[in-house]
């Protein structure tokens, strides 16, 4: 990302952005869950994700800004990897 915690807590648009694009992915992959529950049980993030993406959504007074930063630091590029092998897999990929 090229920016550090401090930056981050910083910057609201920023924030803001980051905030909306993982409501975005919880969201897919909730509605994945509903369409294909076998492709969605090859994510074993996915409850964790949609989780996170209810917090983020329904807990705007309680969102901790550290606790988003170290998802993006930690989990964010396992779960990229493992959506992109799976599109991939079915042909879909980007």
Do not use: C
Request: glycine share 8%; hydrophobic share 45%.
């Amino acid at each position: 990302m090229g920016h550090d915690h401090n930056y981050y807590v910083g910057d609201l648009m920023l924030r803001s952005a980051v905030e909306r694009q993982f409501m975005a992915i919880g969201e897919a992959l909730n509605q994945l869950s509903k369409l294909d529950s076998t492709l969605a049980g090859s994510i074993p993030e996915l409850g964790r994700v949609v989780g996170f993406r209810n917090v983020l959504i329904h807990g705007y007074d309680a969102i901790e800004h550290l606790a988003v930063w170290r998802v993006i630091q930690s989990d964010l590029a396992p779960l990229r990897a493992k959506v992109h092998a799976l599109l991939t897999a079915l042909g879909d990929a980007p």
